[in-house]
Structures are given as structure tokens and as C-alpha cells.
């Protein structure tokens, strides 16, 4: 235990105080310096400078956006994830909005977000950051929200009946039980979706929507401005620093987060794999002043939490006695009942209702926008989903044919997995559009057109979801199954055919369905680049919707959009669907 003396620690700075004050000094300098820029005088097209001395302030500025992004995030997850889990109802409203909302690309957001925000805030630099924020959010919170609702549903049974059976609440069963089951999987996804927020950093911090000039002082925008000067010397400097962000993300952040939550796994296999203590949760428990304020911490929650058990094993509830013996004490327990009904009820209703009238105004001023279009519009957006379809599905199956056998080789070894997972995060992490000058390079001197090395763009992007899916899939393989093969005596190829594919194969089909969503998103980027000062575009669904964004038409873009949701809702509900239930029904091992 350690002294409340705030003088005990004063003579002798130790070097993990140091290292903890000097977070904190970032932590309250970054949260100035983004105050600062928020109250500035309204000023969309921020003037960047690509001096290197200026970089340093651009990534500090990046950084807190995302964190905000991942904050708001989180609480979304916590909040509607917890509703469509637990009520069938609220299951049947999320569910779909949320698939929809996956299924639009950022840019579909920005006009309103921007024009919107702006108009509220026409003096400051508020509308802009936080459409800036927002769009950066679309880009973290679906993968983090559909995780934690599956982590929420996979709670075995028996450990619900233990915790009613000791009569917890249902707050403390949030925090006892469901949590820390779901922690695991929270914070995996919440990597993937910081990285899924630092994919769109260009875009969102530096677009065109129409005749205007939106940019933000960000490492994003200052990638894009390089970019389009072609100043090579920025450019290096912007992906070093982008590198240099992820690993101190992954330092001070996810690597302690991740160790913390192995505590919480009920599989006891590949226990070795967390042997390792992260080196920044060495430093911060030999932190005095760190372990002070996590004592008091932990003080206001146990304080905050300590709700009333209820011991049902002991005499009964003097309550239920009552109700027992009179039975007028029952017909009034009965129209309570009744009464509570009805109102939920009434309020099912009004929220369908409401969301009734609120989709036929929106579907009312899109309509005003589209009825405009002629049939060929129609006939080029069509063709052009198709070509996007094409490219969607290359980058699966490229990703598919690498990402899976590596996955499964780095996954069934602790070692390797040690080893390759900082090089997986920061591949992962990175914002794959920062690479698009070097890829373009090395494509154009193949001999590669746009047409089809858009596809390899996308892969730079989505091929990640499916190896960490993979590698999840295969940590999680049984040990004694794999002990008992290797008893057997069967041959590798017979253990990859019975055991390894099928084992990672529900784990391969979410890591496919969040692949594919990002690379229809990651359309609007690939298909539509500025390279070397020149715009380059091929025949897509996301060039289409890039070109509207930059050029204001949007009666393109509201079109584009609808096919874009219609075509990723449809092949999820009428694809992926089906391959989830073969993957939950005939390649689930019960643990």
C-alpha cells in the first residue's frame, strides 16, 4: 500500500514518475493547443505549412481527433451494443442501422456533417472539428459496436445462471460478468478501429465539396498537401511520424490494455502467449504517484458500485411473502405489470413511428434529389457498381490467399505471435492512402493501370481484417485437439483440412464481411487518387462518388450512395448471412 504523504515522493523523482508526468504534460498540452484551435476564428482552408518543425503540432492535433473519434465511439458501442444484446426489440431497430451505416462511405456523411455543423458554428472552428471528428467516428465505431454485441450474446449460460443465482443486479452483472467477458474482444476491435479511423485521416481532414477548400491542420491534411505537390521530402516525414504515433500508440496504450484483458479470457490455452507483461505496465506499477491515483480510482468505483446482493439462498423476501398471503396485494402487483406493459408498448411504438416519419423526410429530400436523373445516370452508376464489385471481390480473395495460411502459422505459435504482432499492428494501423504515391510508383512501372491496381490499393487496406481475424481464430484453437491430432499420427495436410480451417473458419467469415465493407469504402479513394500533382480515376462506384463530393453535384452523390447501401445491405443479407450460419452451425467447436 502506498503513503497518502503527497510529500513522501518529493525528494526523489523516480524515472516511471518522470515518465508519467511527462504523459501528463502531453495529455494537458494537447487538450490546450486543441481548445486553442477550436475557439480560433473560423477558417476553413487552414494555410499548412510542410516545414518539418511544423509536423511535430500537426500529429499532436491528429492524434487528439482520433481519440475524441475513439471516446465517442466507445460510448456508442457501450451504450447501443448493451441494447441490441439485451433487448430484442432495440436488436431489431440497431441491428439495421447499424449495418447501414457501415455501409456508407465517409464521404456520404461529409456535405451534411459539414454544412450543417458549419452553420451552427459560423464564427468558430467547432463545425469543422467536429465534422472532422464525426467523419473520422463513421470510420471506428461499426466494427467495435457488431463485436461487442456477438461478445455479449457468446456469455455462456451457466455463468448467467451463477450470477442470478447469487442475486446480481443488473448493473453489477454488466460490470462482474459481461464486461470482462467482452473485454478481449473490445479491445482487439478497438484497434482495428482506430486503424479503420486513421484510413480516412486524408480524407477527412482535407476535402473539396464543390466551388470550396476545406482543410484542417492535421498530419492528414499535411499528407495531402505533400502529396499533391509532390514534395517527396514532406512526405517521408509525415509517414515517419505516422509510424511513430502507432507505436507509441501501441506502447503506451494498447499493448498494456491488451495484457490487462488476457486476465479476463475463459479459454486456458495458449496461456504463455500473455506471459510477457507489457514494459509500460512495469513502469506505471512502479509508479508511486500512478498506483495513487489508481487506488483512488478504484476507491470511488467500488464506492460507486457497491449495490445491494440480494441472498436468495437465505430467508425469502418479505415482499414476495406479502404478495404470497394477499391476494389483493397480487391483483395490484398484476396491474402494475399490466400498466408497465402498456407503456412499453406505447413507447415501442412511438419510436417506430417516429422513426417512420423520419425516414419518409428523408426519403422525401432524397428523392428531390434523384428525380432529376435521367436513365443513362441511372445505367452508368449500375455499371459502375459492378466494375467496384469486380475490384471488391479480387481484393478478398488476394487478401484470402495470404492472409490465411499466415495467420494460422503465426497464431498456433506464442513465439511467433510475440514476434510479428507490433509489425501486424502497425501494418495495420497505418493509414494505407499514405502509401498510395510509393504503390502508384511501383504499379506504373509494372505497367499496371489504374483499372486494376485500384484493387491492390484496396488490399493495402483490407487485408488486415482478415489476418487478424484469422490469427484470433487461431489462438483460440483448442490445445488438447491440437495435441490429440498430433497423437493420431495425421499429416499436415490432414490437420489444415480437419482441424485448422474449420476451427478458424467463423472467425475467417467476420474477418471477410469487415474486409469487404472497408474495401467499399476504401473505393472512394482507390479508384479516385491524385498522384504527382494529376488526378487519376478509373470506372467505379467510388470515383463516381469522389468526383460528386469535389464537384458538388449532389444529385450523383445521393444516387451513388443509395446504390452503394442497397448493393452492401443486399449482399449482407443475402451473402454473408447464410455463410455465418454455416460457419455457427457446422464449423463450431464447443469449448
Not at 171 to 189: F, I
Request: aromatic fraction near 14%; charged fraction near 15%.
Amino acid at each position: 500500500m502506498y503513503s497518502t504523504d503527497p510529500f513522501k515522493y518529493g525528494k526523489r523523482l523516480q524515472t516511471s514518475d518522470a515518465v508519467v508526468f511527462a504523459l501528463l504534460g502531453l495529455g494537458i498540452y494537447g487538450l490546450i493547443a486543441t481548445a486553442q484551435r477550436w475557439q480560433g476564428v473560423y477558417q476553413p482552408d487552414f494555410k499548412m505549412d510542410l516545414a518539418l518543425s511544423a509536423l511535430p503540432l500537426y500529429g499532436l492535433y491528429s492524434l487528439f481527433r482520433a481519440m475524441i473519434a475513439y471516446s465517442l465511439s466507445l460510448s456508442f458501442t457501450l451504450i447501443f451494443g448493451y441494447l441490441a444484446a439485451k433487448n430484442r426489440f432495440a436488436e431489431k431497430l440497431i441491428v439495421p442501422l447499424l449495418d447501414i451505416g457501415q455501409s456508407i462511405p465517409v464521404l456520404g456523411f461529409l456535405p451534411g456533417l459539414v454544412l450543417g455543423l458549419v452553420a451552427v458554428f459560423p464564427k468558430t472552428n467547432i463545425g469543422l472539428e467536429l465534422a472532422c471528428i464525426i467523419m473520422i467516428f463513421t470510420g471506428q465505431v461499426w466494427n467495435m459496436t457488431f463485436s461487442y454485441i456477438s461478445s455479449l450474446k457468446a456469455v455462456p449460460t451457466q455463468l448467467h445462471e451463477m450470477a442470478d443465482n447469487i442475486g446480481l443486479g443488473r448493473v453489477q452483472k454488466l460490470l462482474s460478468l459481461e464486461l470482462p467477458c467482452a473485454a478481449t474482444g473490445l479491445a482487439w476491435n478497438s484497434l482495428m478501429s482506430m486503424a479503420g479511423g486513421w484510413f480516412f485521416l486524408t480524407v477527412c481532414e482535407a476535402f473539396t465539396l464543390g466551388d470550396k477548400n476545406f482543410r484542417v491542420p492535421g498530419l492528414g491534411s499535411y499528407m495531402a498537401l505533400a502529396i499533391e505537390q509532390n514534395n517527396h521530402r514532406a512526405m517521408f516525414a509525415g509517414v515517419f511520424l505516422m509510424i511513430f504515433i502507432i507505436v507509441f500508440m501501441d506502447f503506451v496504450i494498447w499493448r498494456p490494455i491488451i495484457a490487462w484483458t488476457a486476465r479476463f479470457r475463459l479459454s486456458e490455452s495458449n496461456e504463455s502467449l500473455h506471459s510477457d507483461i507489457p514494459f509500460m505496465s512495469l513502469l506505471l506499477k512502479g509508479s508511486p504517484f500512478f498506483q495513487r491515483l489508481i487506488d483512488l480510482l478504484n476507491t470511488v468505483l467500488i464506492r460507486a458500485g457497491n449495490f445491494r446482493i440480494k441472498d436468495r439462498t437465505s430467508t425469502p423476501n418479505p415482499l414476495e411473502t406479502f404478495i404470497a398471503k394477499n391476494p389483493r396485494g397480487q391483483r395490484r402487483r398484476l396491474k402494475k405489470l399490466i400498466a408497465y406493459f402498456n407503456a412499453s408498448k406505447f413507447f415501442q411504438f412511438f419510436i417506430i413511428a417516429a422513426l417512420i416519419v423520419i425516414g419518409f423526410v428523408i426519403a422525401g429530400k432524397v428523392y428531390q434529389l434523384v428525380e432529376t436523373l435521367h436513365w443513362n445516370d441511372w445505367r452508368d452508376i449500375f455499371v459502375a457498381t459492378s466494375f467496384t464489385f469486380m475490384r471488391v471481390l479480387a481484393a478478398l480473395l488476394i487478401a484470402s490467399l495470404w492472409a490465411i495460411p499466415a495467420g494460422i502459422w503465426i497464431g498456433l505459435s506464442p513465439k511467433l505471435t510475440r514476434a510479428f504482432q507490433p509489425f501486424i499492428q502497425v501494418g495495420a494501423s497505418f493509414p494505407a492512402p499514405m502509401l498510395y504515391p510509393l504503390a502508384l510508383g511501383i504499379f506504373n512501372a509494372m505497367g499496371l493501370e489504374l483499372s486494376i491496381s485500384s484493387s491492390f490499393l484496396m488490399l493495402l487496406g483490407v487485408q488486415w481484417y482478415v489476418l487478424f481475424n484469422v490469427l484470433a481464430g487461431a489462438i483460440g484453437i483448442s490445445q488438447d485437439l491440437r495435441e490429440s491430432f498430433r497423437l493420431i499420427g495425421l499429416t499436415n495436410r490432414t490437420k489444415w483440412m480437419k482441424l485448422y480451417l474449420p476451427s478458424i473458419f467463423p472467425a475467417l467469415v467476420t474477418g471477410w464481411v469487415t474486409a469487404a465493407g472497408g474495401a467499399w469504402n476504401a473505393s472512394i479513394v482507390s479508384e479516385y487518387v491524385i498522384y504527382q500533382g494529376h488526378t487519376l480515376k478509373t470506372r467505379g462506384l467510388g470515383a463516381m462518388i469522389s468526383e460528386a463530393t469535389n464537384s458538388g453535384n449532389f444529385h450523383i452523390l445521393a444516387a451513388c450512395l443509395i446504390v452503394m447501401i442497397v448493393t452492401v445491405v443486399s449482399i449482407n443479407r443475402l451473402g454473408w448471412s447464410r455463410v455465418y450460419q454455416i460457419a455457427e452451425t457446422r464449423f463450431r467447436f464447443e469449448r
